[in-house]
C-alpha cells in the first residue's frame, strides 16, 4: 500500500491478495478486481452510501483495460479450488478532476511493484497456507497501461481537464496505451468527430511516453 499525488489529487492504491475459488467456467484462472472508491471526502459531489455511478462506471473501465494485463493462469494455486484473487483498490482522497487517467497510473505502479508471497499446501487437509519460508513470485505483467484524456471544446483539446474544465467540455477523449504504445482501449463522447480523434492521437502517444518514463522511474525507488 502506498500513496501517490498527481496534479492536486491525492491517491491511495494497493493490492490485496486473498485465496479465493475459481469459477467453473474458468478452473484454472485467478483474479484481478480493481476498484475505484470515490469518498465523499474528496469531493462533495459524491455522497455517502452506494458507490458513485462514476466510480461505477471508471472501474468498469478498469476492468476492461486489465483483463489480459497479466496471465490469471499464473495466479491459479489448485486448479478448481484455490487461486488468487487480487484486489486492485485505488482511493481517490482529493478530485480535481481527470480521475480515470490517475488511476490507471496509480495501478500500474502498483501491479508494477506487486510480489506474490510463497504459498504450501497442507496434506493432510489440503489446505493452501502461506510459506513464511519460502521465495515470493513478482507478478508478471503483459504490458503496463497508460491512460491519457482530452477535453474537447469545438474542434479544440484541451490535456488533463481539472474538473471545472469537465464541466464545460463539450465532450472528452481516453486513450489507454501500452508500453509498447499499442491502443488498449479508446472512449469518446458521440459528438466527437474523426479529425478530432486524429488529432488527439498524435498528443496521446507523446504523453503516454512521457507518463511512462516517469512512471518506470518511480518504480526503481519503490
Known amino acids: 500500500e502506498s500513496e501517490y499525488i498527481i496534479k492536486k489529487q491525492w491517491y491511495q492504491r494497493r493490492v490485496r491478495g486473498k485465496f479465493a475459488e475459481p469459477t467453473i467456467n474458468n478452473p484454472n484462472s485467478g483474479f484481478l478486481v480493481p476498484n475505484i472508491i470515490l469518498p465523499m471526502t474528496c469531493n462533495t459531489k459524491y455522497k455517502p452510501g452506494f458507490p458513485s455511478d462514476n466510480g461505477v462506471a471508471m472501474s468498469n473501465k478498469l476492468e476492461t483495460l486489465l483483463t489480459d494485463v497479466t496471465d490469471l493462469m499464473e495466479l491459479c494455486l489448485v486448479p478448481g479450488k484455490v487461486a488468487w484473487a487480487l484486489y486492485l483498490d485505488v482511493v481517490c482522497i482529493n478530485d480535481d478532476g481527470n480521475v480515470l487517467d490517475a488511476a490507471v497510473l496509480a495501478l500500474?505502479?502498483?501491479?508494477?511493484?506487486?510480489?506474490?508471497?510463497?504459498?504450501?499446501?497442507?496434506?493432510?487437509?489440503?489446505?493452501?497456507?502461506?510459506?513464511?519460508?519460502?521465495?515470493?513470485?513478482?507478478l508478471e505483467l503483459n504490458f503496463i497501461p497508460i491512460s491519457v484524456t482530452l477535453s474537447v471544446f469545438d474542434d479544440k483539446t484541451l490535456p488533463d481537464p481539472t474538473e471545472d474544465e469537465e464541466n464545460i467540455q463539450d465532450g472528452s477523449v481516453t486513450c489507454c496505451l501500452d508500453d509498447q504504445n499499442n491502443i488498449r482501449a479508446l472512449w469518446t463522447s458521440a459528438n466527437i468527430s474523426d479529425d478530432v480523434i486524429s488529432a488527439a492521437l498524435v498528443y496521446v502517444k507523446k504523453r503516454a511516453s512521457v507518463l511512462l518514463s516517469v512512471l518506470k522511474k518511480v518504480s526503481k525507488t519503490s
Open 108 to 138: 500500474s505502479a502498483a501491479l508494477n511493484n506487486t510480489w506474490l508471497p510463497a504459498t504450501q499446501i497442507i496434506e493432510e487437509t489440503g489446505r493452501v497456507v502461506l510459506d513464511p519460508e519460502g521465495e515470493r513470485k513478482r
